[in-house]
């Protein structure tokens, strides 16, 4: 007999995750498919994060770690946040997770109950709605458009939070918008916040070394919500460790304890290897933050002034991360090859099937008006991808 759970069942399938797969399979096929749907740095990682790996192995770092992470790790996250983002968590208000994804859910389900409410800002990055979902907490969905930049305002804010809102989840620079709030505008969100204590807040800050607007600022620099605040990081985007498996969280104490107790009874410490190669990244001296921060920039440069040269392409600039999130609308309803483009999930299959190009469709987002595009790999395969786009929009009618 086959028995699923409700819970599993309510969640989706990643689709980012369904897209990348989509397009090795094509790939394996022999079909020459260039893949703009996954948030993956084309980097590898830089050297001196591999050889404290090979390092750890020969010093037999091979046994449990502790369930938070090793200590000293702990000490260099502090020190990290407290040097580079002005922000107060003790090593004890640390836990070491195997990826953002772990992070969050450890989150979640450590403060959200049943029919409580979560607020989302959408777009959306695709797992925070499904996560909160399996916590049987309830989204309450803030939609945005690429007229404001797709950022809430204050206003709006206010009108989702209801005595039942038990989080907010933000995320600045965002996946998958890379919009980044600017201190004015996250001022202006703290004041409503203030007046709502029991609202604890996720700021994602896993795109903060892609940043192309000044500094980037952490929202647990607001004093008036500190103790209300999770920041949430990681070491997969800034330094091209995403198969490293290791994301972070400075927590209030009561939160990093109750998250420490969950992951001790579902994962434990995450690997002892992993974890000593991001000590190295952590205190890394090294220039490759730097320099992939200025290909991102040149790449986001080439995609959107090719992009604004597709007819009814509606595209706003983003400010950080590696992604543009283009608003398809005119696009919708139309057809070619007998194929009828009913919302942006199937214009991703569309041009997929027609360019070769795999993006991912906003209704995962919370947009479905919008694609995602990553531009995360060469200037010559963002070229080559956008020109087929264009080919393949010309022609739907």
Not at 101 to 118: R, Y
Not at 367 to 386: G, Q
Request: charged share 20%.
């Amino acid at each position: 007999m086959e028995h699923i759970s409700k819970r599993v069942q309510s969640l989706s399938v990643s689709q980012t995750l369904a897209m990348a797969q989509k397009s090795r399979e094509l790939k394996e096929q022999g079909i020459d498919v260039i893949s703009l749907s996954l948030g993956e740095p084309d980097f590898n990682t830089p050297d001196d994060i591999k050889e404290a790996a090979k390092k750890a192995i020969d010093d037999n770092f091979s046994f449990y770690p502790p369930v938070p992470g090793y200590t000293d790790l702990r000490q260099a996250i502090s020190d990290k946040f407290r040097e580079e983002n002005g922000l107060d968590y003790s090593p004890e208000q640390i836990i070491v997770s195997a990826g953002g994804k772990h992070t969050l859910m450890n989150i979640i389900v450590s403060v959200v109950d049943p029919g409580e409410e979560v607020i989302l800002l959408a777009p959306y990055w695709v797992s925070y709605l499904d996560q909160v979902i399996f916590a049987e907490g309830v989204p309450v969905i803030i939609r945005t458009a690429i007229d404001s930049d797709f950022k809430v305002t204050p206003e709006q804010l206010e009108a989702a939070i209801t005595p039942r809102t038990r989080l907010l989840i933000f995320n600045s620079p965002s996946n998958p918008t890379g919009m980044v709030y600017t201190r004015d505008e996250m001022a202006a969100l703290v004041r409503v916040i203030e007046n709502h204590p029991q609202v604890i807040i996720i700021s994602d800050e896993i795109y903060e070394h892609i940043t192309f607007t000044g500094t980037h600022i952490s929202l647990g620099t607001f004093r008036s919500i500190a103790d209300r605040v999770v920041t949430v990081n990681g070491v997969s985007k800034g330094y091209a460790m995403t198969g490293w498996r290791i994301g972070y969280m400075g927590a209030p104490l009561w939160l990093s304890k109750a998250c420490n107790k969950l992951q001790g009874q579902f994962t434990s410490g995450v690997c002892s290897i992993a974890q000593r190669a991001a000590l190295a990244a952590v205190t890394s001296k090294s220039d490759s933050k730097k320099r992939m921060k200025e290909a991102f920039l040149r790449r986001r440069d080439l995609i959107c002034s090719l992009l604004n040269e597709i007819p009814h392409l509606k595209v706003t600039v983003p400010q950080g991360a590696f992604y543009v999130m283009p608003d398809v609308t005119w696009f919708l309803g139309k057809s070619h090859n007998g194929i009828t483009v009913k919302d942006s999930d199937d214009l991703a299959y569309y041009l997929l099937s027609e360019a070769r190009v795999a993006v991912v469709g906003g209704g995962a987002f919370g947009a479905p008006e919008c694609i995602r595009i990553s531009y995360a790999t060469s200037d010559d395969k963002i070229t080559e991808a956008v020109r087929r786009i264009g080919v393949a929009l010309a022609n739907l009618k």
